[in-house]
């Protein structure tokens, strides 16, 4: 069997990390082969709850947990990690924009990258989840400049899981049949959920969405809305943030960075944008993503109609903004 790898998740203590945890002991991510050494990174007033978290890994008894470091240190919990989870943030409540929480959380995202770029492998796969994710993540690269820019990266997943979840459901098939949906830009309301380039399996023919769904007015209005307003709506109804469905999709975008992705397949990914599609420059842009060999790439080329642009902009203009007061509140610190 392999040598275990080190892999953390912040936030250890919270409703995410509850979830996220036993996927991947489990070898939902890294393998079904692959030994684990977990960090469990949370802040001091949670270390009896932390205690607790390592209690209940242990009593699950997994065969591939070799090891669990709990600890309050970011230069511990980041040590010789390969990969790396970055749940740990304030969530929003009821009526609040995720941007909202950006004065309280960014600086989290500083000290983070400062102890990555100290102690973390440089080979190091940085996951993002913390609100708001695009600008975290950029401000934790920007604090991690011996790590490479492309290591870092923000969650878009469960977007593109809610939005292929939509279409499976409109469509009545099973999710498996469903793939290539684009989430373009910001973990935000101002995201563009695109089933332009989407393609569904209908009575055992592959075809594309825009035709199998035949209703422009629901992919351009009621889909879209639904997508953007869906972390909304979930708080509404849990008076919580979604965890179970974030932790499935931070595994789901972990692993496919991990492992590649299928032929002819793409998923999102907020990644450092390098201006494709007329998006900004120097932020962190969800782009459809192809993987080889752990590596990354935006998908190129794809056609683009006047209202998909119109949407780009609108969310490429929001993650300008977000940068801005993010190194503004950074500034005055
Ligand atoms: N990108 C996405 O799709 C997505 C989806 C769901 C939630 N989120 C975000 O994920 C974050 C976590 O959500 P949650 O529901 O698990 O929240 P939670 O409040 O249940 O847990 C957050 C945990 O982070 C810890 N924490 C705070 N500061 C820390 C620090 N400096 N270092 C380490 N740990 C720290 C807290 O003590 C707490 O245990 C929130 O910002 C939420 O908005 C993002
Ligand atoms: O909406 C939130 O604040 C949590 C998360 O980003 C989500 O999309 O569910």
Redesign the pocket.
């Known amino acids: 069997m392999a040598e275990p790898i080190r892999v953390v998740v912040?936030?250890?203590?919270?409703?995410?990390?509850y979830s996220l945890l036993y996927m991947i002991a489990r070898g939902e991510v890294f393998g079904k082969d692959q030994p684990l050494i977990l960090h469990l990174?949370?802040?001091p007033?949670?270390v009896g709850?932390l205690e607790g978290v390592v209690m209940e890994l242990a009593d699950c008894a997994l065969p591939l947990l070799r090891q669990v470091v709990p600890t309050t240190d970011?230069l511990v919990g980041f040590k010789d990690v390969s990969a790396a989870f970055l749940?740990?943030?304030?969530?929003?409540k009821e009526g609040m924009e995720?941007k909202d929480?950006l004065s309280a959380?960014v600086k989290?995202f500083k000290?983070?990258g400062e102890a990555l770029d100290k102690v973390a492998k440089k080979e190091v796969k940085v996951l993002v989840?913390?609100?708001p994710?695009n600008t975290n993540a950029f401000v934790c690269a920007n604090y991690a400049p011996s790590i490479p820019r492309e290591n870092f990266s923000?969650?878009?997943?469960?977007?593109q899981n809610r939005a292929s979840a939509q279409i499976a459901t409109k469509m009545g098939v099973p999710i498996t049949s469903v793939n290539n949906i684009i989430i373009w830009g910001n973990?935000s309301s101002t995201q563009y959920p695109d089933a332009g380039q989407g393609k569904v399996l209908v009575n055992g023919q592959w075809k594309s969405i825009v035709e199998a769904v035949g209703d422009n007015a629901f992919l351009e209005g009621a889909f879209v809305e639904t997508v953007q307003k869906r972390?909304a709506a979930v708080i509404a109804a849990r008076k919580?943030?979604?965890?179970m469905s974030?932790a499935k999709?931070a595994c789901d975008h972990m692993h496919d960075w991990w492992n590649g992705t299928a032929p002819g397949q793409f998923v999102s990914m907020g990644v450092f944008s390098d201006g494709s599609y007329g998006s900004p420059k120097d932020v962190i842009f969800s782009f459809p993503v192809e993987i080889k060999n752990k590596q990354w790439k935006i998908v190129g080329n794809l056609p683009i109609s006047d209202f998909a642009k119109s949407k780009l902009i609108l969310t490429g203009n929001e993650l300008q903004e977000e940068k801005n007061e993010a190194l503004s509140v950074l500034d005055s610190n």
Do not use: K, Y
């Open positions: 912040t936030g250890a203590a919270g409703q995410i990390a990174l949370d802040i007033p949670m709850v970011p749940v740990g943030a304030m969530p929003r995720r929480l959380n989290i000290v983070q989840v913390g609100n994710a923000a969650m878009t997943r469960l977007d973990h972390g919580m943030s979604s965890a974030a999709a």
